[in-house]
């Protein structure tokens, strides 16, 4: 089974600097990987996904991943943060199960703080 | 209603009593998810349906026991649940389960066991 590695557990940033939130994830043949947002008292919300071509994939609100094969790793990046930004951030990767379903394996999050 | 809607979005009970969690997606997707999110832990996956079967039942204690009626709806029934129980407990869905299908999540319920 895959994992998911979140490095921080916090990350706060003062509005307008850039932020990048980090993700690295287990060795597979094929890897499919996204980015959740949860905003405060309300579920998961898809950020962007990897699926194939292209290592760099944009998603809503101006953020953006870089797939790195080499390095196993999946970051999150934003050029200028919004107080509105603040929220927990979720890294996942598809899993296939026995079953051979695939179901996404979460990291433990990383809750981003913007200070004005 | 649009998304996927859960309800109640709190609730408080003993750890004798019996309650049940509804959800409800208007995707139309076919596969729906129980998760259960407790503080600084990763979101754990308790349920898996599939056009209503279901297919996945993460070592989940019998005090939870699923319920899917159709594909647009998902049930939670609870019952002598232990203080540890309390969480946020999420609700999926997708159209599928494959590789590349994405999960829309409802706001979830605040579970709290006295």
């Known amino acids: 089974a895959q994992s998911v590695t979140q490095l921080d557990s916090q990350v706060p940033v003062f509005e307008e600097a850039p932020v990048e939130l980090r993700c690295n994830y287990s060795?597979?043949?094929?890897?499919?990987l996204f980015w959740y947002v949860q905003y405060p008292n309300q579920g998961l919300q898809l950020l962007l996904k990897?699926?194939?071509?292209?290592?760099l994939v944009k998603g809503i609100n101006g953020f953006e991943a870089e797939f790195n094969k080499s390095q196993t790793s999946f970051h999150l990046r934003k050029p200028s943060v919004h107080i509105s930004d603040t929220a927990e951030y979720f890294c996942?990767?598809?899993?296939?199960?026995?079953?051979?379903?695939?179901?996404?394996?979460f990291g433990r999050g990383t809750s981003l703080i913007v200070h004005p | 209603e649009t998304g996927v809607t859960q309800t109640p979005r709190h609730l408080v009970m003993g750890m004798t009593n019996k309650k049940s969690l509804k959800c409800e997606q208007h995707l139309g997707h076919n596969a729906m998810y129980w998760y259960k999110q407790s503080a600084k832990k990763p979101l754990e996956l308790m349920f898996v349906y599939n056009f209503k079967e279901q297919t996945e039942n993460n070592s989940v204690p019998s005090r939870f026991s699923p319920e899917c009626p159709n594909s647009s709806h998902l049930f939670l029934h609870l019952h002598t649940l232990q203080p540890e129980d309390s969480a946020l407990y999420l609700c999926?869905?997708?159209?599928?389960?494959?590789?590349?299908?994405?999960?829309?999540f409802g706001p979830g319920t605040r579970l709290t066991v006295l």
């Open positions: 999926a869905s997708s159209q599928g389960l494959a590789w590349a299908d994405t999960q829309y």
């Open positions: 990897y699926l194939s071509g292209s290592t």
């Open positions: 060795s597979s043949v094929s890897v499919y």
């Open positions: 996942a990767v598809s899993d296939e199960t026995s079953g051979g379903s695939y179901i996404p394996t």
